[in-house]
């Protein structure tokens, strides 16, 4: 029996010899120098142009997660650079490939239990509750919220979040405020990890500058191998 195929489309982009449209706009003439990259994201993933209030409450949360010092992800990427310095996307792949339920990709999880209603009395492991060095409180929450409200977007998401993180006594760190807010705007929860690769790739072009000019991979390695190894060398 022949299969009978399926149509290909795509709602995102089209172009012809003289045009260029990305979800219904003229790129050159109706996006171009009127869109910043945070609105062009916003464009892309929920289909139009956010107003004035959008604007700045998806691009506050989309820079939250552009950079957060010598992290995991970081090292990654400069470790990739250090040995393939001719591949820098190859180090930005290798960063962003760190980032899962842990490390910015609990942004999602966040997102899916609050719009999913999900029983958080069955998790052991809360999304986007808990940091290391930011407690009792996540300054970036603070403002992240603060910007919520002054928008106008502080509604029932960011409340539950907060009242979970008051049930498990824990800090609601960036990515449990990023992926509530993210719920408010009405973004599919299976985009918000996205929104988070966006920007951390950003701070990983900026970390391979610096690596390029300033190197502490080498010194990370050989650090690495000297305690790893140690123990393994005859005492004297």
Request: charged share 25%; with cysteine.
């Amino acid at each position: 029996m022949t299969r009978k195929p399926k149509p290909i489309k795509s709602e995102l982009a089209w172009s012809t010899p003289d045009r260029i449209v990305v979800r219904g706009k003229d790129l050159p003439n109706e996006i171009l120098g009127h869109l910043n990259l945070g609105d062009m994201a916003f464009l892309v993933i929920l289909g139009r142009v956010p107003n004035e209030k959008e604007s700045k409450l998806f691009n506050a949360i989309a820079v939250t997660l552009v950079e957060h010092g010598v992290t995991p992800s970081a090292i990654a990427a400069r470790m990739t650079y250090l040995g393939a310095p001719e591949s820098p996307q190859a180090a930005v792949a290798a960063g962003l490939l760190g980032l899962g339920s842990v490390f910015v990709g609990s942004t999602e999880g966040v997102a899916r239990m609050l719009s999913e209603n999900q029983d958080i009395e069955k998790m052991k492991r809360v999304p986007g509750l808990g940091h290391p060095i930011h407690k009792p409180v996540d300054p970036r929450t603070k403002r992240l919220f603060e910007i919520a409200r002054e928008t106008g977007f502080y509604g029932k998401y960011c409340k539950r979040m907060e009242e979970i993180g008051k049930e498990r006594n824990l800090v609601v760190n960036a990515t449990g405020a990023i992926g509530a807010i993210a719920c408010e705007l009405g973004i599919d929860w299976r985009a918000v990890r996205g929104i988070g690769v966006m920007a951390r790739a950003i701070g990983l072009v900026g970390h391979i500058l610096e690596e390029s000019k300033s190197p502490m991979a080498l010194e990370l390695w050989e650090r690495a191998e000297d305690e790893a190894s140690a123990h393994l060398r005859p005492k004297k």
